[in-house]
């Protein structure tokens, strides 16, 4: 089998990572689109949120990612024991998150939920693919926000109860509304009606790691 090989560069992302809050525990942070989480192997990608966060608080660690082009909320823990509450928290499925994101086309339902699971597409590197049998389960629900037209377009806030790579992409995709500006998966025409993937991490609610107290933030949607 040959092996993948991942040929992406990064372009240069000139956006700043805007810091909305921080304490002694953890920092909340806006992620700009075109910005890697973390930094790949090929020094050429050596940018990203972690690489950016360690310069001001030298002891930060990714609890969980964004894709290069989604914008939006992240947690970043500022010490392993943060670390380990968030991302058991993660797992344990008692974090919401909800996306904001324009789909090509007017969907013909106001809300949904796409059930399909999802696995690595081994012959493209990096996609996922719907996978009945062997992939693992991803839920996504969806409420149509309003209608575009001239071309139509579906505003949609995305509430995933799963976390797979990729998710809200492919699940777009696989309902026939790709998400404007992806990449990776839809047609040609979603690709070139927007500048950007307009995916955005709009809120996140989780626990206080050491209080227990119910945080939620929020974060404004550029587009």
């Given at each position: 089998?040959?092996?993948?090989?991942?040929?992406?560069?990064?372009p240069?992302?000139?956006?700043?990572?805007?810091?909305?809050?921080?304490?002694?525990?953890?920092?909340?942070?806006?992620?700009?689109?075109?910005?890697?989480?973390?930094s790949?192997?090929?020094p050429?990608?050596?940018?990203?949120?972690?690489?950016?966060?360690?310069?001001?608080?030298?002891?930060?660690?990714?609890?969980?990612?964004?894709?290069f082009?989604?914008?939006?909320?992240?947690i970043?823990?500022?010490?392993?024991?943060?670390?380990?509450n968030?991302?058991k928290?993660?797992?344990?499925?008692?974090?919401?998150?909800?996306?904001?994101?324009?789909l090509e086309?007017?969907?013909p339902?106001?809300?949904?939920?796409?059930?399909l699971?999802?696995?690595?597409?081994?012959?493209?590197?990096?996609?996922?693919?719907i996978?009945?049998?062997?992939?693992?389960?991803?839920?996504?629900?969806?409420?149509?926000?309003?209608?575009l037209?001239?071309?139509?377009?579906?505003?949609?806030q995305?509430?995933?109860?799963?976390?797979?790579t990729h998710?809200?992409?492919?699940?777009a995709?696989?309902?026939g509304?790709?998400?404007l500006?992806?990449?990776?998966?839809?047609?040609?025409?979603?690709?070139?009606?927007?500048?950007?993937l307009?995916?955005?991490?709009?809120?996140?609610?989780f626990?206080?790691?050491?209080?227990?107290?119910?945080l939620?933030?929020?974060?404004?949607?550029?587009?």
């Open positions: 089998m040959n092996k993948i090989v991942d040929t992406f560069i990064a240069l992302c000139l956006e700043d990572i805007e810091v909305i809050h921080k304490n002694e525990s953890f920092v909340l942070i806006s992620k700009p689109s075109g910005l890697l989480s973390l790949g192997k090929n050429l990608n050596h940018d990203s949120v972690h690489s950016r966060l360690k310069k001001l608080f030298p002891t930060a660690t990714l609890v969980h990612r964004l894709d082009g989604t914008s939006g909320i992240m970043v823990a500022l010490n392993k024991q943060v670390n380990a968030i991302t928290q993660f797992q344990q499925g008692a974090i919401t998150k909800h996306y904001k994101a324009i086309g007017h969907l339902d106001d809300q949904g939920i796409i059930n699971p999802i696995a690595k597409d081994e012959s493209i590197f990096p996609r996922v693919k996978a009945e049998q062997s992939g693992k389960p991803a839920i996504t629900r969806y409420i149509v926000e309003h209608r037209t001239s071309p139509d377009r579906t505003v949609v995305f509430r995933p109860t799963t976390g797979r998710q809200l992409r492919i699940h995709e696989a309902i509304h790709p998400i500006g992806c990449d990776l998966y839809g047609s040609d025409i979603s690709y070139r009606l927007a500048k950007r307009m995916l955005h991490a709009e809120s996140i609610e626990k206080h790691p050491e209080t227990s107290v119910i939620r933030t929020t974060s404004v949607c550029p587009f």
